[in-house]
């Protein structure tokens, strides 16, 4: 578990410029950092809500569609035949 770890840092390394792992380690450190942090975080559950909000049109016009559906099912039960058959001696 270790090994992966550490080929994983390794990775990363290698792909974020030293100058920018400076920079993320002193905001790491500093309240300015953390700052930062909650501002993420902030955005984040924004763009969360921002996506169930347009995202809720479809549900409830889903929703909508299914009641209606059911509706039409119970008040035409029998796909509306046009009544019984005469029986024997008709």
Not at 13 to 19: G, I, K, N
Not at 33 to 51: D, H, K, M, P, S
Request: charged share 15%; proline share 2%; hydrophobic share 45%.
């Amino acid at each position: 578990m270790i090994h992966g770890l550490s080929t994983m840092r390794a990775g990363l390394t290698l792909c974020v410029p030293e100058t920018a792992r400076r920079r993320l380690r002193s905001l790491a450190r500093s309240e300015r950092g953390q700052a930062f942090v909650e501002y993420v975080l902030l955005l984040t559950v924004v763009a969360i809500a921002v996506a169930l909000i347009t995202e809720w049109g479809n549900f409830v016009t889903a929703i909508t569609d299914a009641l209606k559906h059911i509706e039409n099912v119970i008040g035409n039960p029998g796909g509306g035949g046009g009544g019984g058959g005469g029986g024997a001696g008709s």
